[in-house]
């Protein structure tokens, strides 16, 4: 199986930016979907974004999109989450999952989950 670690979570000023890391290890990493969920105090977890097997492929959710970036790095085992102009309302532990599938949006679609890294933006 799969084990993910994040990291790069801390606390930004409104406007700032931070970037987010996923560290896969036990598997083939090029073999699955990555994604990101965050889930803010007294809310449900919520989509992020999300990028397919060979990294050509991309999602974001409306709320972050043009201000949110996902890749990947095969070599490395690696999935990031460049966040620019953050917002208050961007505040939320991050999670990092994995998919079997070569793509993956939904919640229930990923098989594998991170710890969460903690992302506090102030205003």
């Known amino acids: 199986q799969v084990q993910l670690v994040e990291s790069g979570g801390g606390l930004v000023q409104a406007g700032g930016s931070l970037r987010l890391s996923c560290a896969a290890s036990?598997?083939?990493?090029?073999?699955?979907?990555m994604g990101w969920f965050r889930q803010a105090p007294g809310k449900e977890r919520e989509f992020v974004a999300a990028?397919?097997?060979?990294?050509?492929?991309?999602y974001c959710a409306d709320s972050v999109k043009g201000r949110f970036t996902i890749s990947r790095d095969g070599a490395k085992n690696t999935v990031y989450l460049q966040m620019d102009s953050l917002k208050p309302e961007d505040t939320a532990v991050y999670y990092c999952?994995?998919?079997?599938?070569?793509?993956?949006?939904?919640?229930?679609?990923?098989?594998?989950w991170g710890q969460g890294t903690q992302v506090t933006v102030s205003s």
């Open positions: 999952a994995a998919s079997w599938r070569r793509i993956a949006i939904r919640e229930s679609e990923y098989d594998y």
């Open positions: 990028i397919s097997w060979s990294g050509g492929s991309t």
């Open positions: 036990g598997r083939i990493f090029s073999s699955y979907a």
